[in-house]
């Protein structure tokens, strides 16, 4: 951008003057010329742009866009003196930092997390193995018991290390919009349809509601929307009980206001994720299970790491408290929106939607 100013003291007079197509799409600029407080509002900004229209100081700062990805931008200004007409004017280029920060700050997360979490199974899996070493060898009842439980635990480990890397693995690429071609009636199917011999195993059932797979298309990174439906699934098949039914409706064409809108009156809800663009259409899908349900003080928390609801017992392979996180990134990446609502001891809802092509 070009920036014009006539007075130092004016400091809402700082206009933008030309601007190139790159940053009007960035800051979604209407006009070719405009006040610059009406594309950037960030104070270290605004100041580095002063330095250089009235102290002729080249400088450059750091800073955050607002919006769900959350964008990190590098801000340099430059002197170009006086124009014709006596005002003063400044060259400011921005640059994206986003996939350099978010990388080193993704290498320092994963790095504490995997740390933190592993270290339980770690230890528990040292104290058996010195326990077989001694008292345990010549005992094989004891031994068998203790390879199963050290058996476990490497293999929570290891389902802990997958979501760990699946997690950074999105983090890095959520501000890149996906750009391939999904057919969500589709996606949704092949889940059930890969969970049904589990589910059967547990004697709980799959119900769907969808629409014909014509008309449900969005564009998306295609293994990521199945990982939030089978994120989604098959947290509902973990806590479903016995003989109940997990029920899948998807349905498109719908609003923003209308794919959010709210699906049981006496359940507790928490918008978990909101879309930030306007006149665009969705595709929703609502996962609903008729398990132990979540008290309301619990649902800010969902997507959390690692976040779980103590006394709640999940299965035979207990979750790594990822899952959730992993569907809420996922659906930024997508510019969609995620909405919980749940009532203790009938089960909860789950919905997850995504922009429409």
Not at 123 to 142: M, Q, V
Not at 210 to 225: C, E, L, N, S, W
Request: hydrophobic fraction near 40%; proline fraction near 4%; aromatic fraction near 6%.
């Amino acid at each position: 951008m070009v920036i014009s100013a006539q007075e130092p003291d004016d400091l809402i007079g700082r206009r933008f003057i030309l601007i190139n197509a790159s940053a009007r799409e960035t800051f979604q600029a209407q006009a070719e010329t405009g006040l610059l407080v009406t594309l950037i509002r960030d104070p270290q900004v605004l100041e580095t742009v002063d330095e250089a229209l009235f102290g002729a100081i080249e400088s450059e700062t750091l800073f955050s866009m607002g919006g769900a990805q959350g964008r990190i931008l590098r801000a340099m200004a430059k002197p170009l003196g006086e124009a014709p007409d006596g005002s003063r004017l400044a060259l400011l280029v921005l640059r994206d930092e986003t996939d350099a920060r978010r990388a080193e700050q993704t290498r320092a997360d994963f790095l504490a997390n995997a740390s933190h979490e592993l270290r339980t199974p770690l230890a528990s899996l040292s104290g058996f193995i010195e326990t077989l070493r001694g008292h345990a060898k010549e005992d094989p009842k004891a031994r068998d018991r203790f390879l199963g439980i050290m058996q476990g635990q490497a293999e929570r480990m290891s389902r802990l290390v997958d979501d760990l890397m699946s997690l950074s693995r999105i983090e890095m690429n959520e501000h890149v919009p996906p750009s391939d071609r999904v057919d969500f009636v589709a996606a949704t199917q092949d889940v059930v349809d890969a969970l049904a011999l589990m589910a059967a195993d547990r004697q709980v059932s799959f119900a769907t509601d969808m629409p014909a797979r014509d008309g449900t298309f969005i564009t998306g990174d295609r293994d990521q929307v199945i990982q939030v439906i089978q994120n989604l699934a098959d947290n509902a098949l973990k806590y479903s009980p016995a003989g109940s039914t997990i029920r899948l409706a998807v349905e498109g064409g719908l609003t923003a206001e209308q794919a959010a809108e709210t699906w049981n009156l006496e359940a507790g809800r928490m918008t978990l994720l909101s879309p930030d663009r306007a006149g665009v259409r969705y595709v929703r899908l609502r996962v609903t299970d008729a398990g132990v349900g979540l008290a309301r003080e619990h649902l800010p928390r969902l997507t959390e790491r690692f976040y779980r609801v103590e006394g709640q017992k999940s299965g035979e392979r207990p979750g790594t408290g990822l899952g959730l996180a992993i569907v809420k990134h996922i659906v930024n990446r997508h510019r969609g929106g995620f909405v919980v609502e749940s009532q203790e001891g009938k089960g909860a809802s789950f919905t997850v939607y995504f922009p429409m092509i």
